[in-house]
T-cell receptor, first 111, second 112 residues
Framework: DSGVTQTPKHLITATGQRVTLRCSPR?????VYWYQQSLDQGLQFLIQ???????AKGNILERFSAQQFPDLHSELNLSSLELGDSALYFC??????????FGEGSRLTVL | GESVGLHLPTLSVQEGDNSIINCAYS??????FIWYKQESGKGPQFIID?????DKRQGQRVTVLLNKTVKHLSLQIAATQPGDSAVYFC???????????FGAGTRLTVKP
């Protein structure tokens, strides 16, 4: 158990819809990272927050947004969903830049 | 663009043999590297890391080698076991950057 909690574990929705994925980092970790993993693909970095502020941005679509709340949990919002958005979405946390602790992921299926 | 990549997408070894998984990186400014293991249905887990001021680091049954001259990283697993079957990712971080960039991954299959 990494200590990072992601919900929901599975989500099935239709094209055009909007979903929110939630992440609770390990206790004490200030950084939260979001990654997207398509089937049999690598991990694509989306975005990172540190103590509530956006710190780094990767290949995140404009239809996607994220935020980190004062209690350090984070949410990833995916809107106007397309079939190609079907993927595993991982959240990871760390104390600082370095070893990341990953959650079990949220599997999104867009039909 | 600069990226982290892997030489072999799949690797199959016999139980008990040693495994070597390779990774090429192109960002010469990267100064911190991590190997992660991802088992089916799970999130990636840290295996071992190495900083750019080192060329070798050993853990329990694993060794990471860093060759900065050719921008190459490798993970050696000694006496590979069925439980080592997973996808292995290398990741790099550049000093001053906050993100960790991952390579495409290598699937290791251990045959009994």
């Amino acid at each position: 158990d990494s200590g990072v909690t992601q919900t929901p574990k599975h989500l099935i929705t239709a094209t055009g819809q909007r979903v929110t994925l939630r992440c609770s980092p390990r206790s004490g970790d200030l950084s939260v990272y979001w990654y997207q993993q398509s089937l049999d693909q690598g991990l694509q970095f989306l975005i990172q927050y540190y103590n509530g502020e956006e710190r780094a941005k990767g290949n995140i679509l404009e239809r996607f947004s994220a935020q980190q709340f004062p209690d350090l949990h984070s949410e990833l919002n995916l809107s106007s969903l397309e079939l190609g958005d079907s993927a595993l979405y991982f959240c990871a946390s760390s104390v600082a830049a370095g070893e990341l602790f990953f959650g079990e992921g949220s599997r999104l299926t867009v039909l | 663009g600069e990226s982290v990549g892997l030489h072999l997408p799949t690797l199959s070894v016999q139980e008990g043999d040693n495994s070597i998984i390779n990774c090429a990186y192109s960002n010469s400014a990267s100064d911190y590297f991590i190997w992660y293991k991802q088992e089916s249905g799970k999130g990636p887990q840290f295996i071992i890391d190495i900083r750019s001021n080192m060329d070798k680091r050993q853990g329990q049954r694993v060794t990471v080698l860093l060759n900065k001259t050719v921008k190459h990283l490798s993970l050696q697993i000694a006496a590979t076991q069925p439980g080592d079957s997973a996808v292995y990712f290398c990741a790099e971080n550049m000093r001053g950057n906050n993100d960790m960039r991952f390579g495409a991954g290598t699937r290791l299959t251990v045959k009994p």
